[in-house]
Each structure stands twice: as C-alpha cells, then as structure tokens.
C-alpha cells in the first residue's frame, strides 16, 4: 500500500511552468509501483496526463502534453515529479499523481492504477 501527496500546485501564466512532486509513503519500496499523473477540469472526467515505470525507462505522455511536460521520478526519495513548461489554460485542473502495483508497464487509464493522491490545482491564466 502506498500514501501519495502531491504538491507544487499554484497559479502561472500562460507560457509559464510549474513542477509537481508526488511523495509516497510506503509499506514496501517505491520501486515496486508504476506511478502516473492524472488531471481533471471542471466539468470533466480524469484524463491521463503522463505516466512512468518502475525504473524511469518507460514513460507515456498524453498527446496534449506532449513535448511540454516531463515525468521523472527519484525512487531514492520516494517522489515523482511532472515538469511543466509551456503552459496554457486549458492545461487548468486538479493534477492527481497514482500508483500501481500489479501491471507491468505504466498505463494511461484510472483503471490501471490503484492509489490516488488528494490532488493539487494548477491554474494557467490567459
């Protein structure tokens, strides 16, 4: 089982960027969990934004983010983070970092992932 908390989360203008950081407490390692970054807007369902292995080899990007976000993780520190650059308003929602321990690669839906941080609001003004 794995506790997540992000952070980094705040207002920014467009073409600014923000980082988040997901930290995980952990009952085994954090190694052992592909982690992901899901958002979710107003009004909408959670989409996938980016999603990593459980050795940083494997990464997926939602083709929206593409070339402007960048996921990493530091497993020593049991934290995740989602490099922000480019940003634009409807980049706007409640950023979620997940985990997962049973698949084998990084997926890019909810159903993949099985522990949900709390959230973290990013805001990109026009």
């Known amino acids: 089982q794995v506790h997540l908390v992000e952070s980094g989360g705040g207002l920014v203008q467009a073409g600014g960027s923000l980082r988040l950081s997901c930290t995980g407490s952990?009952?085994?390692?954090?190694?052992?969990?592909?982690m992901g970054w899901f958002r979710q807007a107003p009004g909408k369902e959670r989409e996938f934004v980016a999603s990593i292995g459980r050795w940083g080899v494997w990464a997926n990007y939602a083709d929206s983010v593409k070339g402007r976000f960048i996921i990493s993780r530091e497993n020593a520190e049991s934290t995740m983070y989602l490099q922000m650059n480019s940003l634009k308003p409807e980049d706007t929602a409640v950023y979620y970092c997940?985990?997962?321990?049973?698949?084998?690669?990084?997926?890019?839906?909810?159903?993949?992932?099985?522990?949900w941080g709390q959230g973290t609001q990013v805001t990109v003004s026009s």
């Open positions: 952990v009952l085994t390692t954090f190694s052992a969990y592909n």
């Open positions: 997940a985990g997962d321990f049973f698949y084998i690669q990084p997926g890019n839906t909810t159903k993949e992932f099985e522990y």
